[in-house]
């Protein structure tokens, strides 16, 4: 585990801040959801994705497919976006 050399304390209502450099990184929006795990005295945060959906599009559809053993779920959208994007960069 990497240190980014930030500590923050926590407010009287249990709140901390995250700093937008590491939000930014992470591609955490205003409103995105955080998942909260515990691993012995660690405590740590992952943006919260819902399981099926697309990863192109955001869609949660029932025609929405799971590919890379579960790793990727694309919608047929998503799925013809991605290809699309792969074809272009293959030109290059």
């Known amino acids: 585990m990497k240190s980014i050399g ?6 009287e209502l249990g709140r ?4 937008i450099e590491l939000r930014r990184a992470l591609d ?7 998942e909260f795990f515990v691993d012995g ?3 740590i945060l992952k943006k919260y994705k ?5 990863l ?9 497919k799971e590919y890379g053993n579960g790793k990727i ?3 047929p959208e998503g799925a013809q976006l991605l290809l699309e994007e792969i074809q272009a960069a ?3």
């Open 16 to 19: 901390i801040v995250m700093p």
């Open 41 to 43: 005295d660690k405590i």
């Open 6 to 11: 930030v500590v923050r304390k926590v407010d």
């Open 50 to 54: 819902p399981h099926g959906v697309c």
């Open 90 to 92: 293959l030109k290059e």
């Open 56 to 64: 192109m599009t955001g869609e949660i559809t029932s025609e929405n």
């Open 73 to 75: 779920t694309l919608s």
């Open 28 to 34: 955490i929006a205003i409103k995105d959801s955080i």
